[in-house]
């Protein structure tokens, strides 16, 4: 039995000699800590990722809660070397660095590995006790006959021979009972955390300044100085990360802000981005956004993977017109809700919008004849961290050079209005008729179908309008915009009716909000009345599309003897194209008048010419737009 025991001490002392040497070769081993997540099934699904690309993918939990996602081991010369070339290289995110390895606790990644490099600690459902004691039994050694004495064989002359199995019965060495794990290194004293503190560098100093800013905890400026902003910004973000409100961190806190700042940073791809083309520096999304094509005067990053996230770059020649006349287009697009802060000052505008399905902020700024600014758009999933991508973008967007976008590159936009937005998504209205100014302060007649179920109406897609009065009996809505307007041209209405056979134009937005500009169309009176002999009507030889309704009839002297009414079946039957319906220039003024309106009657004799007939008729008539 004596014999047994001591083949037994020899084992364990073998045992603790291999635990020493493994612990002491994980003092010479390093690692470059390339991220860090919150959650074990996060970390593990970029571990996973990042095994794609490189073979020496280590994870390892922290003492901070959080898990590290690291290359190596390597020896520290060569962890330096290859946090160099890779940062270089753009292959591991630019706020990489030397872990320190004393804050590994448990691997957990590759899945079987034993031990971190630092003291073991459990994770949450994971069996540790393997890696207690990694395979260090000596190797079966052959007992001696028993015949020889005790004294034959010293302890210190055993041969390094593995002992048979059977030498061991099962009682022989006890089980081995679950790790008792290290209790957690207590929190360090307020003296403590202020010595820890004044051995910041200044750099270190405002990385946390940053973190906390990105945190939102702090808004001064980043300059490392740690007055009472900086304290009282530490103390809100130990109130909620659950600690105490010291207003000095703990190395460990410190870790912690710093490890979920950098987290994030990984997450998002933030870097600086320098397009030369467009002369603009700005810091980016990356991992959200990619690059997709130049359409002058916009640079467009399109979403990567599903991201629901979009960068636009702006970058023109221009003046205040410009600028004002490019806060107003933007407005049209899909990805600027109408709902959200704007403000167009002289030389720079922003417009935050936001909807059910979209969110977006933009900027841009005139300088030197320059126009620069970006449009950052994102659908609810990303509502929580984008407004700190709105700051970084912000903060950091700067025009370089003396350059815009070339509009010759990629593909330019030459026509005004909803052309200018090639390639980008713009809205359009529920529904888009013609309508005419009847006074001086740009009251508006058109047909009631333009302004039914409209939670908005616009003329000429800018100034908005109420309804101030509708009979959707005879077809007829009168708007008022929201601001006195001053039209170039009014309405004059007729007096006496037309003959059959006399000439008549329409003056309307025949193709909607597709053409920025009204057209004429040309035909004659076939009868003072409908179909059917409704003398409120007057049936025309005129070739109309839905876009005009609601616009002026016009006779060759430029007064109105009507407005054009939606076109219609009638009974079933499909009408000739050129057979159009207008509500009787006679019986619109009465209407007018006796709802408080003062149609002006019609002064001119005689014919116009074709060109100031025409000048005069589209003056008058305004594009009126209604909106869901």
């Known amino acids: 039995m004596r014999r047994a025991g001591v083949w037994v001490c020899v084992a364990v002392a073998v045992m603790i000699g291999a635990v020493v040497s493994v612990q002491s070769a994980s003092a010479q081993e390093a690692y470059v800590q390339i991220e860090a997540q919150p959650s074990l099934r996060a970390a593990e699904e970029r571990v996973r990722a990042y095994s794609g690309v490189f073979p020496d993918v280590a994870g390892f939990a922290m003492d901070t809660g959080w898990y590290a996602i690291a290359l190596g081991p390597f020896s520290p010369e060569e962890a330096e070397r290859r946090l160099q070339v890779l940062r270089g290289e753009r292959m591991i995110p630019a706020d990489s660095y030397l872990a320190d390895t004393s804050r590994f606790r448990q691997q957990f990644w590759p899945v079987g590995a034993m031990v971190a490099p630092g003291v073991p600690d459990a994770l949450p459902g994971r069996d540790i006790t393997q890696s207690v004691m990694p395979e260090v039994i000596a190797p079966p050694v052959v007992l001696p006959d028993t015949t020889v004495p005790e004294t034959a064989l010293p302890e210190t002359a055993l041969p390094e021979t593995a002992l048979p199995e059977t030498a061991f019965p099962e009682t022989a060495l006890p089980e081995v009972a679950e790790p008792v794990l290290p209790e957690p290194e207590p929190e360090e004293t307020l003296q403590q955390a202020r010595a820890g503190e004044a051995a910041l560098n200044a750099e270190e100093r405002r990385l946390l300044q940053t973190a906390l800013q990105w945190e939102g905890f702090y ?64 810091t980016m999304p990356t991992a959200l956004v990619e690059f997709s094509r130049y359409e002058p005067p916009f640079v467009q990053y399109t979403e990567k993977a599903g991201s629901g996230v979009q960068v636009i770059l702006i970058s023109q020649q221009g003046d205040a017109s410009t600028l004002a006349g490019l806060y107003d287009l ?80 990629g593909v330019p936009s030459t026509e005004s209005g909803a052309a200018l ?30 302004v039914q179920g409209c939670s908005k109406i616009t003329l000429d897609g800018g100034p908005e309008a109420t309804v101030a009065f509708m ?158």
């Open 471 to 628: 009979d959707a009996a005879m077809g007829v809505a009168v708007l008022r915009p929201a601001q006195r307007l001053a039209p170039p041209a009014t309405a004059e209405f007729r007096s006496a009716p037309l003959r059959a056979g006399s000439e008549v134009a329409v003056a309307g937005f025949a193709y909607a909000d597709v053409l920025q500009a009204p057209v004429m169309t040309f035909g004659s009176l076939a009868e003072a009345q409908g179909l059917n002999g409704e003398p409120d009507l007057a049936r025309l030889a005129l070739a109309a599309l839905p876009g005009d309704a609601g616009g002026p009839v016009v006779d060759a002297s430029g007064a109105v003897t009507g407005m054009l009414l939606p076109r219609a079946q009638t009974d079933g039957r499909v009408l000739p194209a050129d057979v159009s319906f207008a509500l009787n220039g006679g019986v619109l003024a009465t209407l007018l008048a006796e709802n408080g309106f003062t149609p002006a009657p019609s002064t001119g004799s005689g014919a116009m010419a074709a060109e100031d007939l025409t000048d005069h008729s589209l003056k008058m008539t305004v594009l009126v737009s209604c909106w869901e």
């Open 219 to 282: 808004t001064a400026a980043i300059d490392g100085a740690f007055g009472p902003g900086t304290r009282a910004s530490m103390s809100a973000w130990q109130a909620a990360a659950g600690h105490d409100e010291t207003g000095v961190l703990t190395t460990r806190q410190r870790a912690e802000l710093l490890d979920g700042y950098r987290a994030d940073l990984a997450a998002l791809g933030l870097e600086a981005v320098t397009d030369a083309e467009a002369g603009i520096e700005v």
């Open 330 to 409: 933007l407005q049209t697009l899909e990805a600027i809700p109408l709902e959200g802060e704007r403000s167009l000052g002289r030389a720079s505008f922003t417009i935050e919008g936001t909807s059910a399905s979209v969110q977006s902020y933009t900027q841009a700024e005139l300088r030197g004849g320059l126009i620069k600014g970006f449009i950052l758009t994102w659908t609810p999933q990303n509502a929580e961290r984008m407004p700190r991508v709105v700051e970084a973008m912000k903060t950091s967007f700067r025009g370089i050079g003396d350059r815009a976008l070339d509009a010759s590159l």
């Open 421 to 450: 937005m090639a390639g980008l998504e713009v809205r359009r209205p529920m529904l888009a008729r013609s309508g005419f100014y009847i006074d001086a302060g740009g009251t508006v007649v058109t047909t009631a179908e333009a």
